[in-house]
């Protein structure tokens, strides 16, 4: 299995909502990622996990909550989110997280706040 | 910031030909380069990675590096039209963790 499984494909919600984005992998990989893409832009990394703990924040806003309940599944909370914050959102993994490491992308959930 | 970069294109060229396209980093301390391909609406698909200096092939694929100038390529032989995405070129650097990507460039082949 080689596969980085994200759901929803999809997500609509209001400024006043919370949601949560999901993604599993079952390669036996031991960090995982968040990236954010607008469109015609290149994936922007928010967060990476190494061994279920959280490694990097790149400063992102506090609307946006990881989480990491195993070293398969890594979850996206969000909340009170601005319209600006509609892209695609896309979650990766690697082996580890050393210099050489290949990142496996999931499918993405494309986000729309209205 | 460091940095990558690459010409956004489009570059257009004929069905069969060779297409060549390039980037450049700033950050003397990276380490591994990849090259992505993405279809439109579609996720990041890793097509090549290079460690050392010089070419790797893979099928039509050959990336090229030369960490002296910073340079990064990537050739596609016998361009199809499904080869129409954009090329994301990205590094990473000894500390590892994070991915830099490139703007990315369209490439497209006419039938």
Not at chain 1, 5 to 22: A, C, D, E, I, R
Not at chain 1, 28 to 56: D, N
Not at chain 1, 100 to 111: A, C, D, I, V, Y
Request: glycine letters at 8%.
């Amino acid at each position: 299995d080689t596969e980085v499984t994200q759901t929803p494909k999809h997500l609509v919600m209001g400024m006043t909502n919370k949601k949560s984005l999901k993604c599993e992998q079952h390669m036996g990989h031991r960090a995982m990622y968040w990236y954010k893409q607008k469109a015609k832009k290149p994936p922007e990394l928010m967060f990476v996990y190494s061994y279920e703990k959280l490694s990097i924040n790149e400063s992102v806003p506090s609307r946006f909550s990881p989480e990491c309940p195993n070293s398969s599944l890594l979850n996206l909370h969000l909340h009170a989110l601005q319209p600006e914050d509609s892209a695609l959102y896309l979650c990766a993994s690697s082996q580890e997280t050393g210099w050489g490491e290949k990142l496996f992308f999931g499918s993405g959930t494309q986000l729309s706040v209205l | 910031q460091k940095e990558v970069e690459q010409n956004s294109g489009p570059l257009s060229v004929p069905e069969g030909a060779i297409a060549s396209l390039n980037c450049t980093y700033s950050d003397r301390g990276s380490q591994s380069f990849f090259w992505y391909r993405q279809y439109s609406g579609k996720s990041p698909e890793l097509i090549m990675f290079i460690y050392s200096n010089g070419d790797k092939e893979d099928g039509r694929f050959t990336a090229q590096l030369n960490k002296a100038s910073q340079y990064v390529s990537l050739l596609i032989r016998d361009s199809q039209p499904s080869d129409s995405a954009t090329y994301l070129c990205a590094a990473r650097n000894t500390g590892g963790f994070k991915t830099i990507f490139g703007a990315g460039t369209r490439l497209f082949v006419k039938a």
